[in-house]
C-alpha cells in the first residue's frame, strides 16, 4: 500500500546512502559491485523504505539473468526478464520506475516475473552490459521516499562505474575546478566579505563563488557536493557552470534552480547529489535566496539569529523539483556566515561534533571583528575542536558583514 506523507528527513536518508556509496570500490567488476551495493542497501533501508526483498538481473545476450536475490519476496520470481515485454522498456525509457505506484501505467502483475506486490527498478550501466535492480515493496512504502532514493542510488551508482578513461581525467577535472572557483571575493561598497575553503582531497567537493551585478547588488553561491574527489569535482564544476549562465539580473532564481536541477539530474558523470545556497544581496541590506537543500546560512543579529532555511531539497536525485524565494535584511551591525557540513561536523577525540551551536559561539567570540578576523577565528578554533587532526571533510565558510554606521 503506498501512501504519501513522508517519514524520514531527507537529510538523514541520503546520509545513509552515503555511508553505502563509500564503502564501494569503483575498480571492482560491475556484476561483483552492484551485488555487494544490493546486498548492503537492503540491509541498510529495507526497514526505512519498506523493502521486502531486492533482485539483481544481469543483461545476457537476449534476456536479462537473475544473479542475486536478498530479503523474501513471497512467491518465485521469474529467473530471465525478456527485454522487449513493454514494462520493461518503460524501465529503460525513465531509468528510475515505480510499478504501483497510482501514475504507473504498467502493475508489477503485468511483468509476469514478479510477486503480486508493488516494486521499484533502476537500470544501470549501458547495453550491452545493463543491469536491472529490483526492489519488492511491502506495505506502507512512500511515494516520495522511494523515488528520492532510486533516483539519487542511480546517479551514484553510475558514477562508479563510469570506464577507466573517465576515472582516469582526475588530474584535468581537477585543473578545471580549479579555474573556476575564484581565490578572493569581489569588492561590494558597504559590505565586508572573507571566504575561505580548504579540501580534503587534491580536489574537493565544496565551492563558493560571486557573481557581480555592478555596484548594486553581488550573487553569493555556497555548496556541498556528496562525497570527494573526482566524482565530486565534476558536479561543483557543472553547478558552478550552471549557476554563472543562468544567474542574470532580474531572472527569477527559483526558475534557474528549476533548469539546474533538471541538468544535473540528467548527467551521467555527476556525483549523487549537492546542496546550494545562492542570495542576491543589495545595497540596501536586502538579500533574496534560495536554499537547495543546504546546511543554513545564519544572519547573526544584536538580538538573535535568523536562520535561512527557505527554498527546496537538493540539486540532482529528482527531475523535476520546485524551489521557493526567502527575502532576509542585514541591517548594519549584522553579520551573514554561510558554512558547509564540513565545519558543523568537525569532530573532537571523543566524537562530538562542534555543531551549529559550536559554531554560534565562535561566531559571537569575534562577532565585533572584521569578515576576515571573524572567518580566521572560526577557522582556528575549529581545527582546534579537532585537535589539530586532518579535515574529515572538506571545510568551507563565507562571511559577509555590514559595519556599523
Avoid at 75 to 103: M, N, Q, S, W
Avoid at 119 to 127: E, P, S
Avoid at 163 to 181: M, N, P, Y
Avoid at 356 to 382: K, M, N, P, T, Y
Wanted: charged content about 25%; hydrophobic content about 40%.
Amino acid at each position: 500500500m503506498q501512501t504519501t506523507a513522508p517519514r524520514l528527513d531527507a537529510k538523514l536518508l541520503y546520509r545513509r546512502l552515503d555511508s553505502l556509496f563509500a564503502g564501494l570500490d569503483p575498480e571492482q567488476p560491475q556484476a561483483d559491485l552492484l551485488e555487494g551495493f544490493l546486498e548492503q542497501a537492503y540491509k541498510t533501508l529495507k526497514d526505512d523504505l519498506r523493502l521486502r526483498a531486492g533482485l539483481l538481473y544481469d543483461e545476457r545476450r537476449d534476456a536479462f539473468a537473475l544473479t542475486r536475490t536478498v530479503g523474501d519476496p513471497g512467491t518465485p520470481v521469474a529467473e530471465e526478464i525478456d527485454p522487449a515485454l513493454p514494462p520493461i522498456r518503460e524501465i529503460f525509457r525513465h531509468r528510475v520506475y515505480i510499478f504501483g505506484d497510482p501514475f504507473a501505467p504498467a502493475s508489477p502483475q503485468a511483468l509476469g516475473w514478479l510477486p503480486p506486490a508493488a516494486a521499484a527498478a533502476v537500470v544501470m550501466g549501458r547495453r550491452p552490459k545493463r543491469a536491472l535492480l529490483v526492489f519488492v515493496l511491502a506495505e506502507g512504502w512512500v511515494h516520495e521516499e522511494l523515488d528520492f532514493t532510486l533516483n539519487t542510488v542511480r546517479a551514484a551508482l553510475g558514477s562508479r562505474l563510469m570506464d577507466e578513461r573517465v576515472r582516469g581525467s582526475f588530474e584535468k577535472a581537477a585543473e578545471i575546478q580549479q579555474s573556476l572557483l575564484v581565490e578572493e571575493p569581489p569588492e561590494f561598497p558597504g559590505f565586508e566579505i572573507a571566504c575561505r575553503s580548504v579540501p580534503t582531497e587534491e580536489v574537493g567537493g565544496d565551492f563558493y563563488d560571486f557573481h557581480t551585478f555592478g555596484d548594486e547588488m553581488i550573487g553569493l553561491a555556497i555548496g556541498d557536493a556528496s562525497g570527494h574527489g573526482l566524482p565530486a569535482a565534476l558536479l561543483v564544476r557543472d553547478v558552478v557552470t550552471g549557476l554563472r549562465m543562468g544567474i542574470e539580473k532580474d531572472l527569477k532564481v527559483a526558475h534557474v534552480f528549476r533548469k539546474l536541477n533538471r541538468v544535473i539530474h540528467k548527467s551521467n558523470l555527476s556525483s549523487r547529489f549537492i546542496s546550494v545556497f545562492y542570495g542576491e544581496l543589495e545595497r540596501d541590506g536586502t538579500l533574496v535566496y534560495v536554499n537547495a537543500g543546504h546546511q543554513p546560512p545564519l544572519i547573526f543579529r544584536p538580538g538573535g539569529i535568523d536562520t535561512l532555511t527557505i527554498g527546496g531539497t537538493v540539486i540532482g536525485p529528482l527531475p523535476e523539483v520546485e524551489f521557493r524565494r526567502g527575502v532576509a535584511q542585514i541591517a548594519p551591525g549584522e553579520t551573514l556566515v554561510m558554512c558547509t557540513d564540513g565545519i558543523i561536523e568537525r569532530r573532537d577525540r571523543s566524537g562530538a561534533f562542534l555543531g551549529e551551536e559550536g559554531l554560534v559561539r565562535l561566531v559571537r567570540e569575534a562577532e565585533a571583528s572584521s569578515a576576515d578576523q571573524i572567518l580566521e577565528h572560526v577557522f582556528e578554533q575549529a581545527w582546534r575542536w579537532g585537535a589539530g587532526r586532518p579535515w574529515e571533510d572538506d571545510a568551507t565558510i563565507v562571511v559577509v558583514k555590514r559595519p556599523p554606521k
